[in-house]
């Protein structure tokens, strides 16, 4: 009998981050705050979070060895079922850390991961359609391939026989072997399904497309079903989309075609970016680019840099791009105050805050509340002027259509 996930206890878990010359404190503590959500998007409870200031990570086991012994003995003592930690571990130190966790290979109550992992756990779980489940599952097999070692504790076995690479052959060459084939079969599904979408898209005629972008988690979905009046699932939790969606949507009377895409995020496994190329062609193919930016976070910029820095990647960062700055009804008044232009706002009172602070800097640009609809009509405006635009500079001998 199978237990609803509703009834299963959540499991506990401690994050582990560093503060170095390159990441100091400030930033390591916004990381492990994100990496919190990342727990509690997965089902996680975090208990405490442990760093450690250091030059760089420490080769064997990222974290010195005082403070490893810390981490071990604060598992045992809470009964933590989860460590996480904040970057991307190489086969060695998951090694060497979980045999500190995990003495006792048969026994291992203790679960560690790395960043990469617990992103991957959250789209194996959020993955809808086959393209998605599949990129996914690629993702997850091109991470494990380097670190089996790890993995399993029968591997120091020997096996041979009909099908084997000869006698001798460890079992783990095996297991390796049968992740490059599974690799292969992955990739060749993912062109079929790819030329399968190319031709959707060529269905679609000559309309305009226009497609959301942003940092994961910044009202995206929420955006999405206001302009197509659609019901998208959306919650606040990091990931809520995987799969591309597209919809047809007519303001004032022009009409376009708009798609909703996967959030981006910092320190994105490598692998999953490449295996998620495929969904991103939604971007790479749109006419217009809608950047939702949360402007209520504290470190909206540096998400707007990951965004652009991920369009840029992926050959999208030439196409025109409209930012909308979401969540202002979040935005705490103080914040645009605290910049070089205050005394510009202070000698022009009469001038809407917001679109004349250093904030809009980003031009063309309009500041919105999807959730309480604010400045929706005018969003609206924008994007169909913006539309009838690059329609017209398309086909400039259609100025009949609308």
């Not at 990570?57 to 974290?63: D, K, L, M, Q």
């Not at 979401?326 to 706002?345: S, T």
């Amino acid at each position: 009998m199978r237990v609803h996930p509703a009834f299963l206890k959540p499991e506990r878990a401690i994050l582990v981050g560093l503060i170095t010359a390159a990441q100091p404190q400030a930033k390591a503590e916004e990381y492990l705050a994100e990496l919190a959500f990342l727990a509690e998007t997965a089902g996680a409870v975090t208990e405490k979070m442990f760093y450690q200031r250091l030059d760089r990570p420490e080769p064997r086991t990222y974290v010195g060895s005082g403070k490893l012994h810390e981490l071990v003995q604060y598992v045992k003592e809470h009964e933590i079922d989860l460590v996480i930690f904040d970057d991307e571990l190489n086969a060695a130190q998951f090694r060497n850390i979980e045999k500190e966790f995990n003495p006792d290979p048969l026994k291992a109550d203790v679960k560690v991961l790395d960043r990469s992992t617990l992103i991957l756990d959250i789209f194996a779980s959020r993955a809808q359609s086959a393209q998605a489940k599949t990129q996914v599952e690629l993702a997850q097999h091109e991470y494990l391939l380097p670190r089996l070692t790890r993995m399993w504790t029968h591997l120091s076995k020997q096996k041979g026989g009909i099908g084997m690479k000869g006698p001798g052959e460890k079992e783990i060459e095996t297991d390796r072997r049968i992740i490059r084939d599974r690799i292969i079969l992955l990739k060749e599904k993912l062109k079929l399904i790819d030329r399968q979408n190319a031709t959707q898209r060529k269905n679609r005629g000559k309309q305009i497309r226009v497609a959301l972008v942003g940092y994961t988690n910044v009202g995206k979905s929420t955006l999405m079903n206001l302009l197509s009046k659609s019901e998208l699932f959306a919650e606040n939790k990091l990931f809520a989309t995987l799969d591309a969606t597209v919809r047809k949507v007519v303001i004032q009377n022009v009409p376009f075609l708009l798609s909703d895409t996967v959030g981006f995020i910092r320190k994105l496994p490598h692998h999953l970016v490449e295996s998620f190329k495929s969904t991103l062609d939604e971007v790479r193919e749109a006419d217009i680019l809608l950047h939702v930016v949360d402007v209520s976070h504290a470190n909206y910029e540096e998400q707007m840099e990951v965004v652009l820095s991920t369009l840029k990647d992926i050959g999208a960062i030439d196409k025109p791009i409209l930012t909308v700055f979401n969540k202002v009804d979040q935005l705490m008044a103080e914040r645009v105050q605290h910049h070089d232009d205050v005394e510009y706002l202070e000698s022009h009172p009469d001038l809407p805050t917001l679109e004349k602070s250093w904030i809009a800097r980003s031009k063309p640009c309009i500041f919105i509340s999807a959730i309480d609809k604010t400045n929706i009509d005018q969003l609206k405006e924008e994007v169909s002027q913006v539309v009838k635009k690059t329609w017209f500079e398309r086909y400039p001998y259609s100025h009949d259509f609308f």
